[in-house]
T-cell receptor, first 116, second 113 residues
Framework: NAGVMQNPRHLVRRRGQEARLRCSPM?????VYWYRQLPEEGLKFMVY????????ESGMPKERFSAEFPKEGPSILRIQQVVRGDSAAYFC??????????????FGPGTRLTVL | DAKTTQPPSMDCAEGRAANLPCNHS???????VYWYRQIHSQGPQYIIH???NNETNEMASLIITEDRKSSTLILPHATLRDTAVYYC??????????????FGQGTTLQVKP
């Protein structure tokens, strides 16, 4: 059973370009979470999605950032008009459907975004 | 979700037990204690979780005090590959909870030869 997959692993963008980060959850997992880790800082929650629904986006910046988890295909975190402050590691995690007690989240290897 | 307090760093000799403490004095009755770790540049890795009973798995043991205000993660025989940042997180889980994890600064464990 493959783990959480993220691609690309490294992404370089110039200021003003768009960045698209993809996350494929573990098989059977219907919940996806995105976290951001700025250099030398801890992980910060961004958004929680289930298939075709955003459940909690309380950690998402109000502008330029969006996320989706379509019925088919991976979850996408999209950053428009990137700025240097967006340079960070972006981690995706997935978990099984609700119903299990205290279910854990499984993390992917992350995408390292560098904005020039 | 309750706040946790961890020492910023700890050292441990290879082959010895590593005991990582965590204070969560404001924990509520329905909040679980989770431990994750992050080895340099990798995604966080789930270690163990518990509610009020002590727990053990193939990676570690979790000891929760009777009043649940603190806990200790024990790595019984630390190896160099256990060098990582260890995060103690407390959160509610129920069917209506969003499940997000709130990471603090964690404890940087350095295992030395």
């Amino acid at each position: 059973n493959a783990g959480v997959m993220q691609n690309p692993r490294h992404l370089v963008r110039r200021r003003g370009q768009e960045a698209r980060l993809r996350c494929s959850p573990m098989k059977g997992h219907s919940h996806v979470y995105w976290y951001r880790q700025l250099p030398e800082e801890g992980l910060k929650f961004m958004v929680y999605l289930q298939k075709e629904n955003i459940i909690d986006e309380s950690g998402m910046p109000k502008e330029r950032f969006s996320a989706e988890f379509p019925k088919e295909g991976p979850s996408i975190l999209r950053i428009q008009q990137v700025v240097r402050g967006d340079s960070a590691a972006y981690f995706c995690a997935s978990s099984p459907p609700a119903g299990r007690v205290a279910n854990e989240q499984f993390f992917g290897p992350g995408t390292r975004l560098t904005v020039l | 979700d309750a706040k946790t307090t961890q020492p910023p760093s700890m050292d441990c000799a290879e082959g010895r037990a590593a005991n990582l403490p965590c204070n969560h004095s404001t924990i509520s009755g329905n909040e679980y204690v989770y431990w994750y770790r992050q080895i340099h540049s990798q995604g966080p890795q789930y270690i163990i979780h518990g509610l009020k009973n002590n727990e053990t798995n193939e990676m570690a043991s979790l000891i929760i005090t009777e009043d649940r205000k603190s806990s200790t993660l024990i790595l019984p025989h630390a190896t160099l590959r256990d060098t990582a940042v260890y995060y103690c997180i407390v959160r509610v889980y129920d069917s209506g909870n969003t499940g997000k994890l709130i990471f603090g600064q964690g404890t940087t464990l350095q295992v030395k030869p």
